[in-house]
């Protein structure tokens, strides 16, 4: 997604001094995090939340992997992790959450993000949270994050299409709220679905993130040793 996304850092003071490492990172991230966003809202309103929730959630899709910026300079660059990076990695939805609690965003917000990699039986991370202990929004996020990964291209394997991605995940349902994974996949169905995937609207919402992080003390938190 992040190569078909022509974004020019010369235009914010703030980024153009960034490790070129660093401008990867954020625009993944970004990017990722809009399609993740966009989908939980979609697959919010599916699920027959209020606008409310949707603003809530749409903010957590957008920011779920804001701490990956911060590991990038000890990680970027390598396709196989060992295991004790692995576990560091596996800290970035921890870096995200401490970057959301520290600028006051919502409790809302910020489990739906610190939780977002539980799996349903246990075995996700950070807190091996099981079932309807994990938090709503972070079960919703889950689903959505794992569709967007699953179809976007990574050093170690092509995207998979979302006919393929929907096969992978049903066959890993014991990683999800299954109530959450039928409706979304009636989200895969409806007329809105694939404008989430539109590079042009990627490319504007992106520019105006940008701006944000400019603006606000989201960048410089994020940064932060």
Known sequence: MREMVDFDFQEYSKLETLEDSIKSELVDVICHGIVVSNLAVL?????GENDDFCNEIAIAGLLHDIGKIKMNRYLYGKDALAVEEMKYFRMHSVYSYDVLHKLNYSRFI?????HHHENYDGSGYPDNLTGKDIPYGARILHV??????????RSYRA????????EVMLEETKNFDIEILVAFQ?????????????????????????????????LEETLQN
């Not at 697959?43 to 699920?47: G, H, T």
């Not at 910020?110 to 610190?114: H, T, W």
């Not at 959505?144 to 291209?153: E, H």
């Open 43 to 47: 697959l919010s309103r599916q699920l």
């Open 110 to 114: 910020q489990e739906a993000v610190y």
């Open 144 to 153: 959505c994050d794992v569709f967007a990964a699953l179809t976007s291209d």
């Open 159 to 166: 995207a998979f299409d979302q006919e393929g991605a929907v």
């Open 186 to 218: 009636r989200v895969l169905h409806s007329d809105e679905f694939q404008a989430v995937f539109d590079l042009e609207e990627i490319e504007k919402m992106s520019e105006k993130f940008m701006e944000y992080m400019c603006q606000s003390d989201l």
